[in-house]
């Protein structure tokens, strides 16, 4: 049982951090063209403060 519940949590982890650091790429690429107001940046901006 604790075996299973490990690795789920790791899979769960893995996902998380794969998606944060998707979201901390996307940001760096608007904000580098300029693009930090558009509603875009400012979903992935609340997205990335979730984690």
């Known amino acids: 049982m ?6 789920a949590f790791e899979k769960m982890l ?6 944060y ?3 901390t790429e996307k ?3 608007l904000k580098a063209d300029g693009k930090e107001k558009t509603a875009t940046y400012r979903q992935l901006f609340a997205d990335k ?3």
Do not use: C
């Not at 604790?2 to 690795?7: G, I, T």
């Open 27 to 29: 940001m760096a690429r």
């Open 2 to 7: 604790d075996e299973k519940r490990l690795e």
């Open 21 to 23: 650091d998707s979201t």
């Open 14 to 19: 893995d996902a998380v951090l794969s998606q």
């Open 49 to 51: 403060l979730q984690y």
